[in-house]
């Protein structure tokens, strides 16, 4: 029976590369997890800036389904095992892939309208800071691990340099309106990203391979969006920049963030991955500073050095900088 009192996911194959410890199994390094997740959020993070270059008027939920329904697609077809998954699933397991299917599709669905109600910083504070408290709670209720102080101290780290850096220019002075009904929608795309992390995690945990779990997932996800897409319209992707748009978003912010991510997977728990992809707000924000002239004040600076802690702290695998004996 494992540890329940550490996030660990259970024990897996050696992968190939992997260097063996002195019990002789497979040691767990910064390689192995943490930098596949933490690059997949460095894609994600692109999102908005390459969004906002869609043409005027392109409906914000068609934009992300867009992505997700060609990325998703492309990665079912290459995806080695993806056909024959299924067969090789359980009963139950098959429940789990029809969920992870699901929860992959409604990210979009209810994040994209939760931007264009409430705004970027506030949407993406809210879905992003609350996905790794669903995730440690679901993992904790499913009987899979029981967050660490460590994981507690870092998420909460990065959660508090997260509202800070979405939140400083409020703080700083300007005021605005809360939309309730868009806080509930960003509030369900982080449940959404929390349960999708924790069934992917599960199903590679029990040997099936990470690239087959993720072409499943994903590709009958944009099989699931392709109507949103159609009903909002598809006048905006016949245009070079649309296509463009549509194109980038598919290949490296569902295509191969998301293979990166189920690698990551491997060996890195759904509560760890959900918190390290908290660094994806601070690249949107350096981007929008860089590229798209957008000014932060002091306090979102701040903030940024308070989640680059965070990140740190989950990042680097626990006992690194010990004196071996």
């Known amino acids: 029976m494992p540890n329940r009192t550490t996030p660990l996911t259970p024990a897996r194959p050696a992968t190939a590369g992997s260097r063996p410890s ?17 690059v997949a959020a460095v894609l994600w993070g692109t999102t908005g800036t390459v969004a906002s270059l869609a043409p005027a008027g392109a409906p914000a939920a ?5 992505g997700l329904a060609l990325g998703g697609i492309l990665m079912f077809l290459t995806s080695r ?34 931007v264009a109600r409430t705004g970027v910083a506030v949407a993406t ?27 507690a101290v870092a998420t909460a780290a990065a959660v508090v340099g997260c509202v800070l850096l979405v939140t400083g220019p409020q703080l700083a002075g300007h005021t ?3 939309d309730l009904v868009g806080v509930a929608l960003a509030a369900c795309g982080g449940l959404s990203y929390a349960v999708y992390a924790l069934i992917g995690g599960t199903l590679i945990s029990r040997g099936h391979a990470s690239d087959a779990v993720m072409g499943v997932l994903f590709g009958a996800a944009g099989l699931l969006v392709l109507p949103v897409v159609v009903v909002a319209g598809t006048g905006w992707t016949a245009t070079v920049r649309g296509a463009a748009v549509a194109v980038y978003l598919a290949l490296f912010t569902v295509f191969l963030a998301y293979r990166l991510f189920g690698y990551g997977l491997r060996r890195t728990p759904a509560s760890t991955a959900t918190s390290l992809t908290l660094g994806e707000p601070a690249v949107a924000a350096v981007l929008g500073v860089f590229l798209l002239g957008e000014r932060l004040p002091a306090v979102s600076w701040c903030g940024l050095a308070v989640l680059a802690l965070g990140m740190v702290l989950l990042a680097v695998p626990a006992g690194t900088g010990r004196r071996r004996r």
């Open 125 to 151: 504070v809210i879905a992003l800071g609350s996905a790794p408290v669903f995730a440690g709670l679901l993992a904790w209720i499913t009987g899979r691990a029981r967050p660490t102080a460590r994981w």
């Open 81 to 114: 095992g993806a056909r024959s998954l299924p067969a090789a699933c359980t009963r139950s397991e098959r429940l789990l892939l029809l969920l992870g299917a699901v929860t992959v599709a409604g990210y979009p669905v209810t994040f994209y309208p939760a």
């Open 62 to 66: 068609a934009i992300g389904c867009a």
């Open 176 to 178: 605005g309106t809360m």
């Open 22 to 38: 002195r019990t002789g199994l497979p040691r767990a390094g910064l390689l192995d997890g943490p930098a596949p997740i933490l």
